[in-house]
């Protein structure tokens, strides 16, 4: 079994829809980590957290630890934000990542 | 400010030959951590450096290896390349040595490496 898998592996949504990309893992970790990689290759660190919940314009992040889950959110999205998304598992010397899910905002 | 600089962006090696990849880091960042990335396998960690220290490493053969210099630059090393070493290989930097909430980490462009 996979430590960390993310879903869904593919989105194609309308302009304005609000996004839910998951993050579900098996092992306990220190930290978690989104990324998002825009085709080209560049990757931009868009959240790392611990517990709880963080935000930034429009994009949402949260964390259950006791159930191994974080989701992050996009409101009102836009055809900007289409991009492959990874989550990060960080333990201890381990750094894991999942196997991304890609996104496509329709205009 | 500049951001981090990885070259060569671009290169082919045949099979059996040897490559080094550089890595500039943000000015004043300490931590450099390399990656890489395939189609089958995804975004996989290689290793990281702090100070000049390898703090941490993945789970990749002897052939690739790693070093940073006092001026924070980082290369990275893979011996007798194979097919399978062709990837994007990413570095990054960031201010301090612990991956945590808290130490932002900012990523290079890349280096596309083919090998044939």
């Known amino acids: 079994k996979n430590e960390v898998e993310q879903s869904p592996q593919n989105l194609t949504a309308q302009e304005g829809e609000f996004i839910t990309i998951n993050c579900s893992y098996s092992?306990?970790?220190?930290?978690l980590h989104w990324l998002q990689q825009h085709p080209g290759g560049g990757i931009v660190s868009l959240f790392m957290?611990?517990?709880g919940k963080k935000k930034h314009g429009r994009l949402i992040a949260t964390i259950n630890i006791q159930e191994k889950h974080s989701s992050l959110h996009i409101t009102a999205s836009h055809p900007r934000d289409s991009a492959v998304y990874i989550c990060?598992?960080?333990?201890?010397?381990?750094?894991?990542f999942g196997k991304g899910t890609r996104l496509h905002i329709l205009p | 400010k500049a951001g981090v600089t990885q070259t060569p962006r671009y290169l082919i090696k045949t099979r059996g030959q040897q490559v080094t990849l550089s890595c500039s880091p943000i000015?004043?960042?300490?931590?450099v951590s390399w990656y890489q990335q395939t189609p089958g396998q995804g975004l996989q960690f290689l290793f990281e450096?702090?100070?000049?220290?390898?703090?941490n490493k993945g789970n990749f053969p002897g052939r690739f290896s790693g070093r940073q210099f006092s001026n924070s630059r980082s290369e990275m090393n893979v011996s007798t390349l194979e097919l399978g070493d062709s990837a994007l290989y990413l570095c990054?930097?960031?201010?301090?040595?612990?991956?945590?909430?808290?130490?932002?980490?900012?990523f290079g462009e890349g280096s596309w490496l083919t090998v044939v």
């Open positions: 990054a930097s960031s201010l301090g040595g612990e991956r945590q909430v808290g130490n932002t980490i900012y």
């Open positions: 092992v306990g970790i220190s930290a």
């Open positions: 957290l611990s517990s």
């Open positions: 990060e598992l960080n333990r201890d010397d381990k750094i894991i």
């Open positions: 000015s004043g960042h300490r931590s």
């Open positions: 450096y702090f100070s000049e220290t390898q703090r």
